[in-house]
């Protein structure tokens, strides 16, 4: 019992140690390196009683931190010293309750906070950057991703209704969440780095945000610019490779226990559309193509569609199930794929999850479904972007194309 005591007593002197080393570097007035230690362990301290006198102690000690923290301000605005932060307060505050929670709680759980704390406070000038850089249209992206995420999605009941249960409202916009959510994590990178980025980065960035809309938008601007038609093919062909990373992703999220049946033989796509790739850019020229404005992923009204559509193929996918067996779902997978991919994996994923579809029938649904939407973006090639741009991508996705027919033939059962 006495050593676990030492060890919390030595946690949280460390700790305070390092937060008082943070703030003893920028010069804080009120405390300093030895005065964070204090106030580290002094909430340690009162934990330890508390635990044998009640919480009263911990109490006491807050408000005389508080006092303390109040004269030590009142010290400062007499010597001249105005200015309004109080960043080195809330942290003294902080580091005093993670001192008491040592006592009560876990020792890793305690060194993680006062670590998140430490870096917050070293990480003040980038984190000041970004937030002067953050324009008017990415706080409406964020907010409107808060209210599909936050506001929404804990409203809606988590209960199976319609012909087959297929439809459940929570999880249908889970998966808008989810999709929307990492298509926002590529918009945001876009809005920072995308107008300067090159062939391999703006493709990454566009199959974050929607390899489809990304081929539309690429095909589009190479016909009306007449760019090179070479890295305008590569970018399309690096977004529909981070599809596979998207639906890998997916999977792991929604199906975990079985991503190591689903997940090899799409890993295996991913890294042959990868080596693909990577031959392409050996014979890329020098002129780097740019990626188009993407739109904000985050409204609500393409919040809406990708709902629908999924809920549309989950009825449809427990339709054919049902009057057609599982061999129905490879019809389902290839229309529906012609339109979004991520749907389908989905889908796909919560029916295996439920027992409903076998994992070596899951991932070739899933696989054929991404096929079928490079079959949809080559069309889109050739009716946007011209047959000169239509016979650079020809070589890369009828590549990809042989490798998922391989893959889907001789994997193993």
């Known amino acids: 019992m006495e050593v676990s005591v030492l060890i919390k007593l030595a946690v949280s002197l460390a700790l305070g140690l390092l937060l008082g080393l943070e703030r003893e570097r920028t010069e804080a007035s009120v405390a300093g390196i030895r005065t ?56 003294a505050t902080l580091l005093y309750g993670v001192g008491a929670y040592l006592a009560y709680g876990q020792t890793s759980v305690a060194v993680a906070l006062g670590g998140t704390i430490a870096l917050l406070l070293h990480l003040k000038k980038p984190m000041h950057k970004l937030v002067a850089s953050i324009g008017e249209k990415h706080i409406k992206a964020i ?3 808060v209210l599909v995420a936050l506001v929404i999605l804990p409203l809606l009941p988590n209960q199976d209704y319609g012909p087959y249960g297929a439809f459940n409202p929570f999880k249908t916009w889970l998966f808008v969440v989810l999709v929307v959510g990492l298509s926002l994590g590529g918009y945001m990178i876009y809005q920072f780095v995308g107008g300067k980025a090159g062939t391999l980065l703006n493709g990454i960035l566009g199959g974050l945000i929607s390899s489809t809309a990304t081929t539309i938008s690429q095909a589009r601007q190479s016909a009306e610019a007449g760019s090179a038609r070479w890295p305008v093919a590569l970018i399309i062909m690096v977004a529909s490779t981070v599809l596979y990373a998207r639906v890998l992703v997916l999977i792991a999220i929604i199906a975990m226990e079985k991503f190591l049946q689903l997940g090899p033989p799409l890993a295996v796509m991913t890294a042959t559309c990868g080596i693909i790739v990577a031959a392409g850019f050996r014979l890329s020229g020098k002129h780097p193509a740019r990626m188009t404005p993407p739109q904000n992923p985050a409204e609500l009204k393409s919040a809406l569609i990708l709902g629908a559509l999924y809920a549309v193929i989950r009825l449809a996918a427990a339709a054919a199930k049902e009057h057609f067996g599982s061999g129905g779902l490879f019809a389902v997978a290839a229309l529906s794929g012609l339109v979004d991919v991520d749907a389908v994996t989905l889908s796909t994923a919560q029916l295996i999850n439920g027992g409903g579809v076998e994992t070596g029938m899951g991932w070739r649904v899933i696989l054929i479904a991404s096929m079928s939407n490079l079959v949809f973006k080559a069309g889109v090639v050739a009716w946007l972007g011209g047959r000169g741009l239509l016979r650079e991508i020809a070589w890369l996705f ?14 193993p059962r």
């Open 143 to 145: 907010m409107r991703f």
């Open 398 to 411: 009828g590549a990809a194309m042989l490798a998922g027919m391989a893959i889907l033939w001789l994997w």
């Open 36 to 91: 964070f230690a204090l106030i580290s362990l002094m909430g340690t301290i009162c934990g330890l009683l508390g635990l044998q006198f009640g919480g009263w102690v911990v109490a006491t000690g807050l408000a005389a931190l508080a006092v303390l923290l109040v004269i030590a301000n009142f010290a400062r605005v007499k010597a001249g010293d105005i200015d309004p932060g109080l960043t080195t307060e809330f942290a």
